[in-house]
């Protein structure tokens, strides 16, 4: 079944099963390899993808549902990797193998669309990404630095 996918602005069209999770659309269809896969059961965060502006898992989003509706993806979140958060990511060394980053990241941007001031228990809660370094006193940080 042909499904339209508006991603970083742009529209792309695919043949697809309408159940295929958005992620495998994502990375194995239209490679935007940016985000990732984790555990494929909507616990870790590191499929984070923006789902029309609001943090969204895509490993727990069908295609059908994901079909039309503005999609951004990391390599969406800033054209040249000028994002506020990004610049804050690498002054402040945040990532350390770097595999959950980019979902850190949207969902850290997402938070900040919606909460422009967040406590760090407000990241706690929004930000619930795993990341299995432990870069979440960094990812803080990072995150108090651009709301500032
Ligand atoms: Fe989607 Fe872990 S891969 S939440």
Not at 45 to 59: K, N, V, Y
Not at 61 to 69: E, P
């Amino acid at each position: 079944m042909a499904l339209d996918f508006k991603i970083n602005g742009k529209n792309e069209s695919i043949e697809v099963d309408p159940e295929t999770p958005l992620l495998w659309v994502l990375r194995d269809h239209l490679g935007h390899t940016g985000t990732k896969f984790g555990c494929g059961i909507g616990q870790c965060g590191a499929c984070t993808i923006h789902l029309d502006g609001q943090a969204a898992r895509s490993c727990q989003i069908s295609a059908a549902d994901a079909a039309g509706v503005p999609i951004t993806t990391i390599e969406g979140l800033s054209p040249d990797n000028s994002h506020p958060l990004q610049k804050a990511w690498i002054e402040m060394n945040v990532p350390q193998c770097g595999y959950c980053q980019a979902g850190m990241l949207m969902a850290a941007a997402a938070l900040l669309q919606n909460t422009p001031k967040p406590t760090d228990e407000d990241i706690n809660t929004f930000v619930d990404n795993i990341c299995r370094c432990g870069t979440y006193t960094r990812v803080r940080a990072a995150i108090h630095k651009v709301a500032a």
